[in-house]
């Protein structure tokens, strides 16, 4: 299985972002699939995620982030608007609980490589 993770860029305070999963050797809509994020000197934070047809948030990115699914091309977007300088970090999907809860990122088995995301202010 490999996750490969792309949507990478530099933006204003206020722009926009989609980061892109594609996936290989695994069906997103099978499982419930997640970003995080890792800012410089921080842990790694639960961003998004969705499950079937539900979807959950950290409360600081409600109203300006998405996760979505596209089946058909096998992906998961996260479609960032607002975005704030706080943002800035290098982000990771990740798919396949294997125990655990969606917000914690041990739960998963399979990541992304990490993609960059740079908010200036």
């Known amino acids: 299985v490999q996750l490969q993770a792309s949507g990478a860029g530099l933006v204003q305070a206020g722009g926009s972002l989609r980061l892109s999963c594609a996936a290989s050797?695994?069906?997103?809509?099978?499982?419930?699939s997640a970003w995080f994020r890792q800012a410089p000197g921080k842990e790694r934070e639960f961003v998004a995620a969705?499950?079937?047809?539900?979807?959950y948030y950290v409360d600081s990115v409600k109203g300006r982030f998405t996760i979505s699914t596209d089946n058909g091309k096998n992906a998961v977007y996260l479609q960032m608007n607002s975005l704030k300088p706080e943002d800035t970090a290098v982000y990771y999907c990740?798919?396949?609980?294997?125990?655990?809860?969606?917000?914690?990122?041990?739960?998963?088995?399979?990541w992304g490589q990490g993609t960059l995301v740079t908010v200036s202010s």
């Open positions: 050797g695994l069906t997103f809509s099978l499982y419930t």
């Open positions: 969705r499950s079937g047809d539900r979807t």
């Open positions: 990740a798919s396949y609980i294997v125990s655990g809860s969606y917000y914690q990122a041990s739960a998963f088995r399979y």
